[in-house]
């Protein structure tokens, strides 16, 4: 059991990372928290049936695959994804060059032109280049990483007025990343729970909480109504026995002194026996 605990949690690693999930998003999915994931594949605990079968569905694999010791070429990262995702960094870092250019470009022409040094060109090229990594990222990249690009961007942003305009010392401009930076998080956890409601997994798992959540407030309420019945025959049950108590105590009480008063008073049959013996 040891080592079958062991091949899976190896199994589940080399899964994740050939599929390019972290533990969060991988619990995202199983709607698990990223803690129970690092468990799993630490071989910690072992995840239930369902669960195992899920994470199957999402691999797109069997569940004697899961289960099998496997080699590490059977879980390696297909060439094509590399280069795939080579181009991609080429293509984003071409972006961000090309803005620098630009930037480059504008501050020559204007020294050229007005002999002035346009450097604050520079400064707002940071946040520009933020700009395009969050353009490829939302077309390429993944949800969690907005939030951290939008954030960049909007403290770039500001820096780069601040900077630019120094001798006003426009500190200020700063008290509006506050609320910012709170809208921005505020509209990612939305757009988390908009995906997650869109989630047919998610919807199912909900559910299936829900229906378990019915079952036990109703188990209760039969158990909750089963106590007090027993409760009250236990009751009723008291009240016979205390009754019954009370009838033998009164019926002793009489009968005792019946036995009392004829012992008092003699009995006159038994008294004209013995007369008429004498004579």
């Known amino acids: 059991m040891e080592n079958v605990k ?23 999915k199983l709607n698990y928290t990223d803690k129970a994931v690092s468990r799993w594949e630490k071989g910690d605990t072992l995840p239930d049936i369902d ?9 797109g694999i069997s569940f004697n695959d899961l289960i099998r010791k496997n080699s590490p070429e059977d ?22 060059v090309m803005v620098w250019f630009a930037a480059t470009v504008i501050f020559v022409c204007a020294n050229m032109i007005n002999g002035g040094n346009p450097w604050q060109v520079f400064v707002y090229a940071v946040p520009l280049s933020v700009l395009v990594v969050k353009i490829f990222n939302f077309k390429w990249g993944k949800l969690r990483f907005g939030l951290i690009i939008d954030s960049v961007f909007i403290w770039s942003l500001l820096c780069g007025i601040y900077i630019s305009a120094l001798k006003y010392n426009l500190w200020v401009v700063f008290i509006l990343g506050v609320p910012t930076q709170l809208l921005i998080i505020l509209k990612y956890n939305l ?26 407030r109703n188990r209760r309420r039969e158990e909750k109504e089963t106590d007090l019945k027993i409760k009250e025959e236990q009751k009723n049950l008291k009240k016979l026995i205390r009754a019954e108590k009370k009838n033998i105590k ?21 008294g004209d026996s013995e007369s008429g013996t004498a004579v």
């Open 250 to 270: 009164l019926a002793k009480s009489k009968l005792k002194k019946e036995n009392k008063l004829k012992k008092l008073c003699g009995d006159p049959q038994s």
């Open 51 to 59: 669960v195992l079968c899920r994470i199957c569905e999402i691999y």
């Open 6 to 28: 062991l091949i899976i949690a190896e199994n589940l690693t080399a899964l994740r990372k050939k599929n390019k999930l972290t533990q969060l998003e991988l619990a995202e």
């Open 191 to 216: 757009d988390r729970i908009k995906r997650l409601k869109e989630n047919k997994e998610y919807i199912e798992k909900k559910q299936a909480l829900l229906r378990v959540k019915n079952e036990k």
């Open 75 to 96: 879980y390696r990262e297909p060439q094509a994804d590399k280069t795939e995702w080579g181009h991609r960094i080429t293509i984003l870092l071409l972006a961000i």
